[in-house]
């Protein structure tokens, strides 16, 4: 019983608690969801769809957990990036205005660092405006919102770019004799780097100070700007990652679809996870989790065949009770409600040895 | 310092807003000078002036698009004796209403427009109606207004049909009994998805053959991909026929299938069959990875072109006009098919067969 409580009131526990609901919701429908086996020298099943699906989402939701916490506030220009990361990274391996190339122009890895060089260039921007003009993130982030697709679009030359070559499919996909997705690879990198400058470095107590109070912080000797500039950038640098994993899973730079609302999955798995969207004390983790249950239920309601005009409906309710139990005047309902029954148990225990000495 | 920062922006906003708006005024400027020679031209009825011709696009989302941008400006272009003036609406209706109005002032000879929305359209074409300017509509409809003379598009649900007539041929002719069919459809609500899930589940209906699934793939390649995944593991073993609306959620289906070992196109356990047969597309099916791909013809230019000239020499010309639509196929085994179209007459119109002569014409 005490164990059970000290399990409940960890903070991982409800994100964690919700996202297993949603898996286990499956099994209802088809007991086979868990199985996993090994087809064509690749691992085959649900749960590898859901890590591998939800890799852009989570890769976002870190950069986002860090802006959240750091300025109160969201970058709703991540899908858009991604757009314009993957589209950058096209043009250059298929050459301006070439429709589907099967021969790079120049080597994938520069093409590929490019893409990631744009998001950390569109990061910069925003942590420019938001840090140094003290712009609100919403407002600052909603021009790279509106404008990185047009100018993902104009480097495509108004087309999708095809590139028609092996080993660029590799990322989104499988590298040939491993049986594990690529891009699950990559979510494990990027988390590993930004949770060990987090916990190696003090960046992670830096940002939470200037989130909860960046005067406080300035005045105590942490430059709030710098801090606050950097998150912006790691979550810049994020989106171009993600966004090259999307484009290499179909092998083109689609402008217009590419990241297409995926700045709402972002914030939305930074709220399942736990964290407060004012900023403050920030929990990676419960982000990632949170990213995971998104995909778990666009996974669920694909295999349910929920029909598609009535899957955001359910995608809605379900994303309600999520928040709804994790919100803190819900938590403190369900405490008064236990405490009160735990006393009417003690008086009761009471009142029956009270009898017994009588 | 920070003021004049302030001041430092505001100029260089106000000098690209202005760049902005004088390169689109150029081509306006110099067509306002155009069309009143172009109007008198028509009045005196000499060949060597050009007609003027506005052209609002919707915007330039997908190749499908940008193939019909293409085919309208090759259709009025200057050799043929036209000056065209063209406006990218960016998906903006209200950008492209203003587009249509200053056309109007202009007195331009022919408007064609690709609406945006479907309605809102009623006042400006009175406009154009009361200026005697010949208005020209493609591809998308207008519901709410009928002062335009002519409707140049696509038969979706026909589209639907022949695919569902030729399904039935084919599968005759290998001798498959039973067909368990999984269809991708395009974004919801779009006339291209109504169209060709009504045309196609008739002829299922009609056949007895069971759609097991239908889910939207939103037009894209991502997501036929996904929907495709998710199917290969729900159903795993029990479809033969996968039907994508357009080609690239078919592109998207190929690789899901591919990564799921199930083999599909010409040798394939799997009939694929997709719509829009885009270059791309074509060339999947001369590779025998699609079965049959159904053309949504972009190329209106031809037909617009036509309609200005039985207009300028006196006809009269339909309201509706329907454009050809080629069936691809990747075997030659069939050459037609008979269906009943959606306007109730019994048609039977040639599959082509695909070789790469037809993949390097295609749009």
């Not at chain 1, 064509?40 to 950069?63: F, K, P, T």
């Not at chain 2, 028509?42 to 007609?51: K, R």
């Not at chain 2, 002519?150 to 009994?177: C, H, P, R």
């Not at chain 2, 075997?331 to 269906?339: K, M």
Request: proline share 2%.
């Amino acid at each position: 019983m005490n164990s059970l409580k000290k399990l409940t009131s960890k903070t991982l526990f409800l994100p964690l608690f919700c996202m297993i609901l949603v898996l286990l919701i499956n099994v209802i429908k088809s007991p086979d969801f868990f199985s996993i086996a090994v087809k064509n020298g690749v691992l085959y099943g649900r749960l590898v769809d859901i890590l591998n699906r939800g890799s852009e989402i989570a890769i976002l939701a870190v950069g986002q957990t860090l802006v959240v916490a750091v300025s109160a506030g969201t970058d709703i220009s991540v899908g858009s990036v991604m757009s314009l990361s993957a589209c950058g990274c096209c043009m250059l391996l298929a050459g301006y205005g070439v429709n589907s190339t099967t021969e790079l122009a120049v080597p994938m890895i520069v093409g590929m660092l490019f893409g990631v060089l744009l998001g950390g260039v569109c990061g910069t921007f925003n942590g420019f405006l938001v840090s140094k003009l003290k712009i609100q993130p919403m407002v600052a982030t909603l021009i790279l919102f509106t404008a990185a697709r047009a100018i993902g679009l104009l480097l495509c030359d108004n087309q999708i770019t095809y590139i028609r070559y092996e080993p660029y499919k590799y990322l989104g996909n499988f590298i040939p004799g491993i049986p594990i997705p690529t891009a699950i690879f990559v979510t494990i990198a990027v988390i590993a780097v930004i949770s060990l400058l987090l916990k190696k470095t003090s960046l992670g107590l830096y940002i939470q100070s200037v989130g909860i109070n960046s005067r406080a912080a300035r005045i105590s000797g942490i430059s709030s700007s710098k801090i606050c500039f950097l998150c912006y950038l790691i979550c810049g640098l994020c989106s171009g990652i993600a966004g090259i994993v999307a484009s290499s899973r179909i092998y083109s730079a689609d402008s217009n679809n590419i990241g297409l609302n995926y700045e709402l999955d972002a914030i939305l798995a930074v709220a399942l996870g736990g964290n407060s969207l004012g900023g403050g004390k920030f929990n990676l983790a419960g982000s990632i989790i949170g990213a995971y249950t998104i995909q778990a239920i666009t996974t669920t309601l694909l295999a349910m065949g929920v029909s598609t005009d009535q899957a955001p409906v359910i995608k809605a309710i379900i994303v309600v009770i999520i928040v709804v139990v994790q919100a803190p005047v819900f938590k403190a309902w369900m405490e008064t409600r236990s405490a009160r029954r735990l006393a009417a148990r003690v008086a009761e225990t009471t009142d029956e040895k009270e009898m017994a000495e009588k | 310092m920070k003021k004049f920062l302030a001041l430092a922006l505001s100029l260089v906003m106000a000098v690209s807003l202005a760049a902005c708006g004088t390169s689109p005024s150029t081509p306006a400027a110099s067509g306002s000078g155009s069309a009143g020679s172009a109007g008198s031209a028509a009045a005196s009825g000499s060949g060597d002036q050009l007609i003027t011709v506005g052209f609002a696009q919707v915007g330039h989302e997908s190749d499908w698009r940008t193939a019909s941008t293409k085919s309208v400006q090759e259709a009025f272009s200057k050799d043929n004796g036209f000056d065209l003036q063209f406006v990218d609406c960016d998906n903006d209706s209200a950008a492209q209403l203003e587009a249509v109005r200053n056309f109007i002032e202009q007195d331009v000879d022919y408007i064609v427009i690709d609406p945006i929305v479907s309605t809102g359209w009623d006042t400006v074409l009175t406009e154009a109606d009361d200026a005697g300017i010949p208005v020209i509509v493609i591809d998308r409809t207008i519901d709410d207004s009928d002062k335009y003379i002519s409707w140049v598009g696509s038969e979706f649900t026909n589209e639907g049909l022949a695919a569902g007539a030729w399904l039935k041929d084919y599968a005759a002719l290998k001798g498959i009994s039973e067909l368990n069919i999984l269809v991708i459809e395009g974004t919801t609500g779009s006339s291209a998805q109504i169209g060709r899930t009504n045309g196609f589940k008739k002829l299922a209906d009609e056949n007895g053959w069971k759609i097991i699934d239908s889910q939207s793939g939103d037009f894209t390649q991502e997501g036929g991909q996904k929907v495709m995944e998710s199917y290969c593991k729900s159903y795993a073993g029990q479809f033969n026929v996968v039907v994508c609306q357009n080609d690239n959620e078919a592109f998207g289906a190929e690789d899901a299938m591919s990564a799921a070992g199930i083999s599909y196109g010409v040798d394939g356990d799997v009939i694929l069959i997709s719509f829009d047969a885009c270059t791309a597309g074509l060339t999947d099916v001369l590779a025998g990875k699609i079965n049959a791909d159904f053309q949504c013809n972009p190329l209106q230019g031809p037909f617009c072109a036509d309609i200005v000239a039985k207009l300028a020499a006196g006809d009269t010309v339909n309201k509706e006009t329907y454009m050809e639509e080629p069936w691809y196929v990747a075997e030659d085994a069939l050459t037609e098919i008979t269906y009943t179209n959606n306007a109730g007459n019994e048609v039977t119109e040639p599959l082509v067969h695909v070789t790469q002569d037809v993949v390097d014409a295609a749009y």
